[in-house]
């Protein structure tokens, strides 16, 4: 069965630190991966998408960047947090076809 | 643009209500319709998947149709339980990569 294992739940960092979280997904081989961000009290805003190796496509400008180093794991990155960068941050997949998206469990992000 | 819009924003009951959470969309030409939950600081449950073909599916109390012609999908939650209380999402994948446009949500409580 396809999983989504999302790390870590929750992070405080100071800002103008760095930031890795990590995505990876089992049991499906090329999946479409996201990032998405959802700020307190807000909707769920797509970052990053991606649906192959190596391949990345930012929907806003942000002080964020991601990569996909392997098939099946996303990574999100910052060289500098900034306040505004706080939120839940969520890794999903799918892939082509009708089967629909799967989410992980979220990071919650603060930055002080 | 695809813009999904849900109706009610929130909305409160008491427990054993039959309840519906609208969702529309402004443009049909969708592959499928899913509708997610999510509970205060978690990430997004899959609770249903309608294809494009389909006009409905169910899954225990819960049961969702689709009219693509009209732009609109409802979401009918039988018999109300306190545990129903969450966020309901729709949201429709669209565009390049299959990229998710999500509803503005409805806010739902179940009360004893």
């Known amino acids: 069965s396809q999983t989504i294992h999302q790390w870590p739940a929750t992070l405080v960092q100071p800002v103008g630190s760095p930031l890795s979280l990590e995505c990876t997904v089992e049991g499906t081989s090329n999946p479409n991966l996201y990032w998405y961000r959802q700020a307190a009290g807000r909707g769920l805003q797509l970052l990053f998408y991606s649906v192959g190796i190596g391949q990345i496509s930012s929907e806003v400008p942000q002080n964020l960047s991601a990569s996909r180093p392997q098939d099946r794991q996303f990574i999100l990155s910052s060289k500098k947090l900034l306040l505004s960068d706080s939120g839940f941050y969520l890794c999903?997949?799918?892939?082509?076809?009708?089967?629909?998206?799967?989410f992980g469990s979220g990071t919650r992000l603060t930055v002080v | 643009k695809q813009e999904v819009t849900q109706i009610p924003a929130a909305l409160s009951v008491p427990e054993g209500e039959n309840l519906v959470l609208n969702c529309s969309f402004t443009?049909?030409?969708?592959?499928?319709l899913q509708w997610f939950r999510q509970d205060p600081g978690k990430g997004l449950t899959s609770l249903l998947l309608?294809?494009?073909?389909?006009r409905e599916q169910t899954s225990g109390r819960l049961n969702a149709s689709l009219d693509k012609s009209s732009g609109r999908s409802t979401l009918y939650i039988a018999a109300s339980q306190p545990g129903d209380s969450a966020t309901y999402l729709c949201?429709?994948?669209?565009?390049?990569?299959?990229?998710?446009?999500f509803g503005t949500g409805t806010r739902l409580q179940v009360t004893l």
């Open positions: 309608i294809q494009s073909s389909q």
């Open positions: 443009d049909s030409a969708i592959y499928n």
């Open positions: 949201a429709v994948p669209t565009g390049t990569a299959s990229k998710l446009t």
């Open positions: 999903a997949w799918s892939v082509w076809g009708d089967s629909g998206y799967t």
